[in-house]
Every structure is written in C-alpha cells, then in structure tokens.
C-alpha cells in the first residue's frame, strides 16, 4: 500500500469529483477530492473515495458522504 502525505496549509482549494458513466446511469461510479495546491506548478492531488472498476464492496453514496465531509474539513 502506498501512502502520500499531503500538507494542508500547500492546499489553495479542494474539489469533490464524481462520475456516473453512461452505461450505469442513476449510479455514482466514481468519487474522489482534488487537492488543488496554492502554488499553480504543483500537480493536484486525487483522492479517491470509490471506484466500481476497484471497489466492489463498498457503497458510493456511503462514500460520497464521506468525501463531502473532508471536503468542508479541508475547505
């Protein structure tokens, strides 16, 4: 398992993303929050929450919740 560590005072804004591909409609497929730095020459950090193509035990709503939560944390 690979860890990242991320320092929030380098963070300038987070963004939640989320993904219903066209094949599963109604359905979150995808969630994760983008780290945008302050400095614009820092590549943003992804986090992701859920992915069905790697997670096929977890709920998305249930993480979504969760990723909205950090995202007013960070915020």
């Known amino acids: 398992m690979e860890v990242d560590l991320v320092n929030l005072t380098e963070i300038a804004n987070c963004e ?33 929450f859920h992915n069905d193509e790697d997670d096929i035990n977890s709920e998305a709503e249930v993480q979504l919740q969760k990723a909205k939560k950090w995202q007013k944390l960070i915020n």
């Open 16 to 48: 939640l993303k989320i993904v219903n591909f066209p094949d599963r409609p109604g359905k979150t497929n995808f969630v994760s929050l983008v780290l945008l730095y302050k400095k614009t020459e820092v590549k943003p950090f992804e986090m992701v």
